[in-house]
């Protein structure tokens, strides 16, 4: 008996392994080459990551699908970019929009 004890602990070692440098893209194993993982990988850190709602100030922002974050705590839904709340491309058009009302008031 005690044989058959070491045949499934040495399994479940083998089992258990964890990747250490691949991280969430480890589920592509050797596809797909390092580079187009390595920005796989970037995205999907972002997309994953809580951010921090701009109503609540908690960082309990998180996205649901495709360009649309949800607040846990505050329970605020924003729409936002695909991988991360806020992009560049937005925060171009608040400063112009925010630029144009200075100029109009003044």
């Known amino acids: 008996r005690p044989s ?6 040495s399994l ?3 089992m258990a392994r964890h990747t250490k440098k691949l991280g ?3 589920k592509y194993g050797t596809r797909y080459g390092a580079s187009l993982r390595k920005v796989a990988k970037k995205i999907e850190i972002s997309q994953r990551a809580k951010y921090t709602c701009v109503f ?3 960082d309990a922002l998180k996205r649901t699908c495709i360009g649309i974050w949800k607040c846990k705590a505050c329970r605020k839904v924003i729409a936002g970019g695909a991988w991360s709340v806020s992009t560049t491309a937005a925060t171009t058009v608040r400063s112009t929009i925010r630029r144009l009302r200075e100029l109009a008031t003044a």
């Open 12 to 14: 479940l070692r083998k």
């Open 24 to 26: 969430v893209t480890g």
């Open 4 to 9: 058959c004890h070491l045949v499934v602990f």
């Open 56 to 58: 609540c100030g908690k």
